[in-house]
């Protein structure tokens, strides 16, 4: 007989989708949190359930308060990949664990879900009574419990092909649900001000997470358009900063981008997106700037940098340049109050960029930023470097066929140092 | 524009380094707007200002001194310059504020290389 190891273990169920961002943004919110990512599953591929060691239920709960990626967490009491293999891990978890939620002063409630297949009410009832073994002496309680335990029942993830019996089968205490409403209340459709590129707002929570913001930080957007990833790391307690080349864009002038409206209106700008949230607090300023040529005191002021720099396809990439540059034909851009607009090469931006967070970013700050790939020719080598910047994590989003962008963490472990 | 972002910012005009700091600040127009005070935030920001006119920098234990950061805090996050402009002390490049906006755009000649 295995001796089931439960000290604090927990059940991670999480939302299938975004799938390559999850383990990166468990790992980083854990290191925020004190906690280390400590696992005995090798490998968690597509699937909703992770089971981890975490130290403390405080930590657990810190965790949940900033994830989109995980539903819930569960204090897992046993597990197996049948029933009886689940009410022998439950009959090992040590007793004195159980008691505290489980005694005559308490009142609880059983739950089942199930992964892939429908259960009818019997069937549910039957699992639900199988565990009568356990001492539990509360009183049920099915609208306000004190504690809600759960059953979760994994019939793998093919639609096209549901076993007869369950691949998994867990048993846990409910802790806390996560962060995923946040998707829907900051929702970009409900926003005052968008723009051709706004990023959705699960994925600019993500982004936040994959950058460990954390209250009292400065975060800094050098590409920052209408503002929609300032939200998510304001929306964390951080202050924010933001820069554009595009004069209108940080103006909030000019024509808007919601269908059926022409121009933008007065309440269309980066600190109406904020105040919208209330979140006016946390906005420091937006500048008018160039990306390549910034305009910072030297030294050590941003404790993340997290940006959707211009891919080229929807928003052009831009750069100041000089008067001989100018290809014939091309206009000045009176908008924009810029002298010359150049075509800016990709990848000069980028290592731009790099050189520009490892000047800037405090030591153990983020760099966190979407990279466009061509994928068909896209190998790791392409993805840049810098001797003061260590790559953390590289994840994929399919855009169309040949093309995905990565997002791409980055952290500052190394001190900057001029060439002379 | 906030103050605290005033001391931050650098002119980037070609050849002028760290020449560019501080910029010469004309205020036009200026709003004062209430923000909530954060004692901690504002704690944080003291040792990343540049203090050019207080040669000793802030006396010990001012993380503490709720006086000394209620008045930091008014005058870094609370004072809002609308319009005006910022000027390289070195150069006398001119940079516009409109909006409470900044623009620091120059063309490549002008330019740090």
């Known amino acids: 007989m295995a001796l089931s190891c439960s000290l604090n273990r927990y059940l991670l169920l999480m939302a299938q989708e975004h799938l390559e961002f999850r383990l990166p943004e468990i790992k980083s919110l854990l290191s925020l949190f004190g906690g280390q990512f400590i696992s005995s599953q090798e490998t968690y591929g597509k699937s909703p359930f992770w089971i981890l060691s975490i130290p403390s239920e405080d930590i657990a709960r810190n965790l949940m308060k900033r994830t989109v990626c995980a539903k819930s967490i569960f204090e897992l009491w046993g597990h197996g990949k049948s029933p009886e293999e689940l009410y022998n891990s439950l009959k090992n978890y040590p007793v004195e664990k159980m008691v505290p939620f489980l005694h005559s002063d308490s009142t609880y409630k059983i739950k089942i879900h199930t992964f892939n297949k429908t259960l009818t009410q019997e069937e549910k009832v039957k699992r639900i009574d199988a565990l009568a073994f356990l001492p539990f002496e509360g009183k049920v309680n099915l609208k306000k419990p004190q504690h809600i335990f759960s059953i979760l029942e994994d019939y793998g993830l093919d639609p096209n092909c549901i076993p007869e019996n369950p691949h998994n089968i867990y048993f846990g205490r409910w802790i806390a649900d996560g962060q995923r409403e946040l998707i829907e209340s900051y929702s970009v459709k409900k926003r005052h001000f968008i723009g051709n590129t706004s990023m959705d707002a699960g994925l600019s929570f993500i982004m936040a997470n994959h950058g460990k913001v954390k209250e009292n930080d400065i975060v800094f957007d050098p590409f920052v358009g209408t503002g929609g990833l300032l939200i998510a790391s304001a929306h964390f307690g951080a202050y924010v900063y933001g820069t554009d080349i595009d004069y209108n864009t940080v103006h909030g002038l000019g024509k808007a981008s919601r269908k059926n409206q022409k121009w933008r209106g007065p309440d269309e700008n980066i600190r109406a997106n904020l105040r919208q949230y209330g979140l006016e607090k946390y906005y420091l300023d937006v500048l008018v700037s160039d990306a390549s040529k910034p305009s910072w005191r030297k030294g050590t002021y941003f404790d993340a940098i997290i940006t959707d720099p211009p891919y080229g396809i929807r928003e052009s990439t831009r750069r100041t340049g000089s008067q001989k540059e100018i290809p014939k034909g091309m206009e000045k851009c009176p908008e924009s109050h810029v002298p010359v607009s150049l075509s800016y090469h990709l990848s000069d931006m980028f290592f731009d960029l790099l050189n520009f967070a490892a000047e800037t970013l405090v030591l153990g700050g983020r760099l966190v930023y979407w990279l466009p790939v061509y994928t068909p020719e896209y190998t790791e080598e392409m993805v840049p470097w810098h001797p003061c910047l260590k790559l953390i994590s590289n994840c994929e989003q399919k855009l169309s066929s040949h093309t995905s962008r990565r997002l791409i963490t980055m952290e500052k472990v190394k001190k900057f140092e001029a060439l002379k | ?113």
Do not use: W
């Open chain 2, 1 to 113: 524009m906030k103050l605290l972002t005033h001391n931050l910012l650098s002119s980037h005009v070609r050849g002028v380094g760290p020449r560019g700091f501080p910029l010469r600040l004309q205020a036009t127009e200026v709003r004062i707007s209430p923000v909530e005070f954060n004692p901690d935030f504002v704690a944080r920001m003291i040792p990343k200002l540049h203090l050019v006119e207080v040669p000793k920098g802030p006396i010990e234990g001012y993380e503490h001194d709720e006086k000394f950061l209620r008045q930091m805090h008014h005058v870094l996050l609370e004072v809002d310059v609308l319009e005006g402009t910022l000027q390289c002390p070195e150069s006398g490049r001119l940079f516009p504020i409109s909006r409470g906006i900044p623009n620091m755009l120059l063309s490549d000649e002008e330019t740090e290389t």
